[in-house]
């Protein structure tokens, strides 16, 4: 698989501190990659040598198949950026920034750039506030802006940098929901705190601490794709019900974890929230007490490899 | 891609100054209207200042001589506008790079001297329209006062509207012709340009806004020491530009051009490494 980003040994020393000490990684093209790692593990700094904000100590790095040691300006023609603390032109109103970044990647009509503006507005939920001051608008309402702003251009490789942090409920929903959607066109990779939502929407991360690279593959290898279930039931056969689902092809093992939990494998966490529940309620006289994922979660992970932060 | 609008497509190629008449939109905006429309005043009514004492003037018998009410305006003047000059520069650069903004910029398709560039350009635009409206602004009324300005702007009409009792005080020096004028005028300009050109470049550079505002003040004292007490041996400097624009204004005959050439040229040269350090800066 083609690499969108590929860093060989990348280092970036500011006076005492080596801010990142030989990084490797690759984000496959089309992937959405989530980057991890604790506050001050790297993660902006990498994120800023990729833009060209900031220079590299050594080793090198290419995006979408463009070095980084040119000026970059084709290649960055084809990159949305939003930097951990986006910052406009604080008297423009929100309208005239889109225009003003989308008239930097796209070429056509000032019809058709408004067109674009209008759908990238309606599409990160900013319409309403389309003519409000950008020094007016809440921390939330300006990292929706970020994000707007970042794929206004329709750019091939989205480099998102905590796109998040800020965000209500509904408002991490919608960004999830807007990446999801956008996995088709373009590769993202993105920097968050929030596993639940990286463990959601990525297939790939790369892990790093401490300026180095810890981890990094596709989700699954890690988490796996198969479905291990909790379930505890409060019934009189519980033994019997669980021989029948025993004979189930779609069951590998079942395991009993205690008087009344068993521990439930499937091939595939699909055919598992699919099938047990229904097989399970299926059974008079059965009730369903907990059912439960027991598979290794994304936190589970980050954990065993960067442990507590506060240890460093 | 198409919307209903119409296609649109990606930037296929990028130019030498790409984004440069995007910035110099926003940047635009900066100037116009309010900074122009608030030097302009600031200078008017600096101009109020130097020229109300005369025009009220309680005894016809006392009379300084046009030369010194001309002179007094324009030392002000330059030194308000090379003084705003460092006001509104300071944070230009160096302004947008710790908001953020510069970062911004600089991770979209557009290349880094169009940040300086654009920021320049505006300026030299902004403080051209503020010196020439001000100065075609008070060149009636000072060529009122000498009652014989020889380029159409006559005092009786100014004389008249006012009921000023200046033209009771006779004649004063000769007010230099309108080309003449517009020379000095461009002289302040020049002067006002190398010192926005120097503030983008210590913005380039420096990481804290007080230092580059306390080396611009230094500058600017520098300009106004050597304009004063620098004579002819800093003609060729940006404090020669504006030596030259006082020594006119006392009456005597010195060149205005290279004055002019020598400061823009040196304006152009800091410019240029302006965005030789900007374009090296890190913008994290």
């Known amino acids: 698989m083609t690499a969108a980003i590929e860093v060989r040994g990348l280092r970036k020393r500011y006076r005492r501190v ?39 100590s050594a080793g090198w790095a290419s995006i979408l198949g463009d070095d980084l040691d040119g000026d970059g300006l084709m290649t960055r023609s084809r990159i949305g950026y939003l930097p951990q603390d986006p910052s406009f032109f ?12 989308a008239r930097r990647y796209l070429v056509g009509s000032r019809a058709a750039i408004n067109t674009r503006v209008d759908e990238t507005l309606d599409l990160v939920g900013l319409t309403d506030l389309a003519d409000r001051k950008v020094k007016a608008l809440s921390g939330g309402e300006l990292r929706r802006l970020g994000i707007s702003q970042a794929i206004i251009g329709n750019p091939d490789l989205l480099i998102l940098d905590e796109p998040s942090v800020g965000l209500d409920p509904e408002g991490r929903h919608q960004v999830l929901a807007l990446l999801d959607r956008l996995r088709e066109q373009m590769t993202i990779f993105y920097s968050s ?40 039931l409060d019934v009189g056969d519980g033994d019997g019900v669980l021989r029948g689902l025993e004979h189930e092809p779609w069951v590998d093992e079942i395991t009993p974890m205690g008087e ?5 494998e499937t091939p595939d966490r699909a055919i598992a929230e699919h099938r047990l529940m229904r097989f399970l309620v ?15 979660s994304l936190e589970d992970l980050y954990m065993e490899l960067v442990g507590d932060a506060d240890d460093h | 891609m198409t919307t209903d609008a119409g296609t649109i497509t990606s930037v296929e190629k990028v130019g030498p100054m790409q984004g440069l008449g995007g910035l110099i939109g926003v940047d635009l905006r900066v100037w116009f209207p309010l900074r122009t429309v608030l030097m302009v005043v600031v200078g008017l009514i600096i101009f109020g200042f130097m020229y109300l004492p005369w025009s009220a003037a309680p005894h016809p018998s006392v009379d300084p001589g046009f030369g010194f009410l001309f002179l007094g ?15 509104f520069s300071e944070g230009a650069v160096l302004g947008e790079i710790n908001r953020g903004t510069a970062g911004w910029l600089a991770a979209m398709p557009i290349r880094r001297a169009s940040v300086i560039v654009a920021k320049f350009a505006t300026a030299a635009v902004g403080y051209a329209v503020i010196i020439a409206v001000t100065g075609t602004l008070v060149y009636p009324i000072l060529a009122g006062a000498v009652d014989r300005g020889g380029t159409g702007f006559r005092a009786t009409v100014v004389v008249e509207v006012t009921q000023s009792p200046i033209g009771m005080w006779g004649r004063f020096a000769d007010l230099p012709e309108f080309g003449n004028y517009l020379g000095m005028l461009a002289a302040i300009w020049a002067a006002v340009v190398f010192v926005v050109a120097a503030m983008m470049l210590l ?58 050439m020598s400061t823009l040229l040196l304006s152009i040269i800091v410019l240029g490494a302006a965005v030789w350090s900007f374009d090296r800066r890190e913008l994290a």
């Open chain 1, 18 to 56: 080596e801010a990142l000490r030989g990084v490797d990684f690759e984000v496959p093209e089309g992937s959405i990659c989530g980057f991890l790692g604790p506050n001050g593990a790297g993660k902006s700094t990498t994120m800023e040598i990729l833009m060209g904000l900031i220079k590299p």
């Open chain 1, 193 to 232: 705190h929030i596993l639940d939502d990286v463990e959601r929407i990525a297939d790939h991360i790369v892990v790093i601490d401490r300026g180095e690279i810890v981890e990094q593959g596709p989700m699954d290898r890690y988490l796996g794709g198969r479905g291990v279930y909790s379930v505890t």
């Open chain 2, 203 to 260: 913005g380039t550079f420096l990481r804290s806004r007080t230092a580059v505002f306390g080396l611009g003040m230094m500058l600017v004292g520098l300009i106004v020491g050597g304009a004063i007490f620098g004579g002819s041996s800093v003609s060729a400097t940006p404090a020669g530009a504006v030596w030259s624009v006082l020594q006119i204004a006392w009456g005597n005959d010195v060149a205005l051009l290279t004055p002019i």
């Open chain 2, 73 to 87: 305006f324009l030392s002000v003047w330059s030194a308000v506008m090379l003084i705003s000059a460092a006001s």
């Open chain 1, 90 to 101: 604080p008297r423009a109103k929100v309208r005239s920034i889109l225009r003003f970044v």
């Open chain 1, 260 to 264: 009344r939990e068993w521990r439930v």
């Open chain 1, 282 to 296: 299926a059974n008079d006289g059965v009730r369903v007490v907990a059912l439960r994922p027991a598979y290794r």
